[in-house]
C-alpha cells in the first residue's frame, strides 16, 4: 500500500487524542457518600474487568477511527499483490504515446525533455505485466508508432525506443491521442490504457478535432488516460520571433531594411547579442534590447546584389531551447518583374486603348529594360500556362476572357498570384460583376457614372500603403488632381479601400482572393475615362500597384514553410528538369517534379529540420525557401494535466488521471496497478464510528431510564 | 391546614418544610388521624363498651344481674381492653444515616437519619396521644442516649429534645446494639427500631430475634434512600463509606444497577423472611416514602399488639 498524499499521514498524531480524552474523562467523576457500599463492591468487582475491557475497546476505537480518517486523507492505493487480486488479473492494451514535438528539444540537465520522456517512458514499460501488450507512438504534427502491431514489453520495444528522435514539428496531442485509440481498437486485451508523456505544450484544442476525439473516447470502453508532464521546468527564452522584410519589390543594387523582432520570455530586461548572416556569412551583427516578456527591434540595412534568393539567417545566442534561437528568410532580389497584360479584342486604338497607358507605364523606354518585363496577350487567346510565369496579372479588358480561362484566371489568383484589374467601361464593368467576381467573391462594382457627367477627383485614403509609401505630399497632391469620367463606384465593404472618389464610392480596393491577391480600379487607364494616364502621377501609380503585388503574391514567390510541411516550388514548363535540393546540412536529395497540374512545381520533400532549401534546376539556383519551426513552439507556456484534462473534456466516462511528482514508476504502480482504496479507509471509519456510538452508548452513557 | 390532603401532607418532601420537629410531629400525625376517618379503636381505657346476649357455657362473671332483674334476660357487658402498652424507638444515627447520595439534586431529599427523625417524632406523638408509654434510645455502634418510656405529655418533650440534638457520625454496631438493648429492656412491650440496618445481615437479625425472645413486639422501620435502592446515578461516580470501613468504590453506576437492585432486594427480602418468620413486623421504606405507611405499619401493628 502506498500513499499519494502522505503529508496527511502526519495527522495520526491526533491519535493520541482518545487517549488524553481517555484520562481526562476518568477524572470527572461525582464523590458521593453511600451507605450500602457492602452490596456495590462485589458488583464493581464483577464489572470492572468487563468495564475495563469495554473501555480499552473503546479507546481502540476511537484511535482506530482517527487512524482510518488520516489514512483515507492520505489517499492510500493498493499496490502489489493484493492489487492484483483486486484487478482479478486482468491484462491491458498499452499505448505509449510520446510528444516529439519542438518543444520537447529544450535541453535540460539529464539532456532533452524528449530524452527524459523516453525514459521515463521504459520505466513505464518496466511496470506492465509480461502478459500486457505495448504500441509506442511518437507524435508531433503526425504519429508515427514504432511498431504498427502491440508487442509484449521487452527489449525490442526499449531498443526501438532508444534510437527514436523528436521533430522540430508542431505538437498535435489530438491527432496523437485519435492515433492511439486507432491502435487500441486493434488490441486483444480487455482493458486500454493510454499513457501521455507530454510537456503538454499549450495548444489551442481544435473544436472539430476534439469533438472527434471525445466520440472515439466515448464509444471506447475501459480506457484509462495517464498523463506524465515531463520537462515543464521553468527557464528563460530568447527567441527571434519574426523578419519583415520590405513590402515592395526589392531590386538589384537597392537597400533593403530587414526589420528583426526578438523576445524573450524572463522577467529582467537583457541585451542579447543578434547576428544576420546571408547565405552563410556574416552581414551584420548587433545588441538588442529585449524588456521583461517583451520583445525587441532592430532593423539590419542590407544592401542587395544580384537579382537572385538571397537566404538570410537571424541568430541569438542559444539557450535551453535553441530552436527558436535561428531564424530563415529568404530575399527575393529581381531586376525584372513579368508581367502578363491581358488586353481585350475589341479595344480603340492609340490614346483610347487603356493597355497603351499601361504598357507604357511599366516600360517607359519600349527597350524591355526596365524594372517590368511586360508580356501583352489577348484576354481571349492567351496562354493559360504562361499564368505562373507572371506574378502579376494585369486585365485592362477581359471581356473576351472565355470560361476556360476565366477559371484558370481565378485558380492562379487563388494559388497565390496577384490580378491588377480596370473597369472605366460599362461593358467592363458588367462582365466583372456577372462573371468574373460572382461566386469568387463578394466585392461588386457599384454605380456607374458615365463619361458624359462632370469629372470627379481622386482621394488617397491608405497613405500608409505601401503603393503611396514614401511619396511626396507634392506627388499625392498631384494624383488627387487627376479628373476621372467614366467609371465605378466600388463596394468598400469588402477588402481595403485605398483611393476613393470625391463624390463617394471606391476607386480602388485591394483584396485577399485564396492566397493571392486582386487590386481593383474602378476606372481605367485611357484618356476617354479622364487625364489620369497624363498625370505625372500616372507612371509611379502603376509601376508602384505593380510592384507592390509582385511581393506581395505567394505563388511561386511562397518562400516561408514550417518544419514538416512539404516544400514546393512553382517552376517554369521549360525548366523542369532535372532538379535537386540543396539542404541545409549542404547534403542533397533528388527533387521531384509535378507536371500533372498547372502550373507544374518542383517537390522538395518534407522539412525535417529548420534551415535554407535551394532548389537547383540544371545545376543552377532557381529558387531558395526557408524553413523555421512552428512558432507556437517557442511559446514555453504548459498546461497542468488538470487543466489539460479539462480542456479534453472527457468528463466521467474515462478515468484520466496525472501522474506527477516522484519517479514516474511509483506513480504507475499506483495509478495501474494502485487501487485507491481511501473510500474503504472512510467506509471503516464510518463502521468503526457506528460501533464507537453503540459501545460508547453502553459504556459511558447511562441508559435513558437512568 | 386540616383542608389539606393528606397524603399531601404527610410526604415527607412537604412536612420537611414544616419548621419544628414537634409541629412536624404532631401535623404529620394530626394529618394522618384525619386521613383516616372513622378510626376503629375507641379508646385504650377500661371502660364499658356494649351489651351482648350471654351464650350459654360461658362464665358468668360479666353477667348484668340488673338488667336481668328488670328484663328478665341474661346480658353479658363488654369493656374495652386497657393496653398498657409500653413503646421503646431505638433509633439508628450512625454515619451511613446521613448519607446524602444526591446533594447537588434540584429537590433535594431528606436524610435518611432527617427523615427517621420526623418518624420517631410522629410515632411518640401517636403514642402519647393515645395514652400510650413511649420511650426512645439513639444509638450507632452504642445506645448513646436513653429517654425511658413514660406516657405523660412532657415525655414527648423529652424525646423531641433529644431528636433534635441527635447527630450522625460514627460507625454502625446494629447487631451489638439491638442484643445490648434486648438484654436491659425487660419489660414487655412494644420495640420500634428505625435504621438502615446496615450491618451484618445475621448480626442484625440476631438483635431483632432477641427482643423477640423477651416477649417484645418488634417493628423495624428499614429506612433507605432511593437511590441506595436502585443506584439511578447517570454520571460516573466514586462511592465512599460515609463510616469509612469499606473501601470506595469509582464506577459508572448504571453498569451495576441491576446486580446492586438485585442484591438489595435479596437484602430486604432476607430481613423481610426472617422477620415474618419470627413475627417482627418489617417495613421497608425509603425517604420519599409517606409518612403514612410508615404510621399506618405501626397502627397495624398497635392492632395487634391489643
Redesign the interface.
Known sequence: MQFLDPTFLIGLAAAGIPILLHFL??R?????????????????E???R??NLHRLLLLLLRIAIIVCVVLALARPTLTGGLARLVRSGESSSVVLLVDSSASMLAQTAEGSVFDRAKVEAQRILSQLGEDDEVSILLFDSSPRPLFEEFLRPGGLLSAELAGAQARPRKGDPLGGLDAALDQLDRGTMAHREIYLLSDLQKVDLDSTELDRVQRRFAQAEATNLYLRPIGVEAFVNHRVVTVQLPATLLRTGQTAEISVTVGQDGRSPVREALLLRVDGASVGETEVSIPPEGRGRHIFPLTLGEARDLGLELRLRPDRYDLDDRYFQVLSVTDRVPVLLLRGMLEAEGERDPALFLTTALDPLGDGRGSFAVRVAPARAFDVMELPLHPVVIGSDLRDLGAARLAALRDYVDGGGTLLLFAGDPRVGLYLNQKLLAGWTALRLGDYRGAEQSFEHLEIVAGDHPIFEGLEPEALETLTEARLQGFYRLDESEGRTLLRFAGGGGAMVELSVGRGRILVCGFDTSTSAGDLPWSPMFLPLVQRMVGYLATVGQGRGQRQFEVGETLSVEVPMNRAAPATVLLPDRTRRPATLDSDRLPPRAILGEADVPGLYTLELGHEDFATVAVNPPPSESERRFLSPEDFAAGLGLGDRVAVRALEGGRVEDSVRQARRGRPIHSWFFGAAFLLLLVEGLVSRR??R??PT? | MSSAPPGQLLDPQVISRLGSIDFIARALVEGFLVGLHRSPYHGFSVEFAEYRQYQPGESTQYVDWRVYAKTDRHYVKVFHEETNLSARILLDVSGTMAAHPEPDAPTPRLTKLDYSKLLAAALSYLFIKQNDAVGLATFDQEVLEIVPPRSQRRQLHRILKVLDRARAGRTTDVGRVLNEMARRMWRRGLVVVISDLIDDVEAVLAGLKHFRHRQHEVLVFHVLDPREVDLAFDRPAEFFDPEGEVESVETQPWHLGRDYQESVKRWRRTLSLECGQHRIDYVPLTTDTPFEMALLAYLNQRNRVR
Open positions: 474523562r476518568r470527572r467523576s461525582l464523590r458521593i457518600a453511600f451507605g450500602p457500599l457492602r452490596f456495590l463492591r462485589p458488583t464493581q464483577r464489572q470492572m468487563r468495564m459504556v459511558l447511562p441508559p437512568a
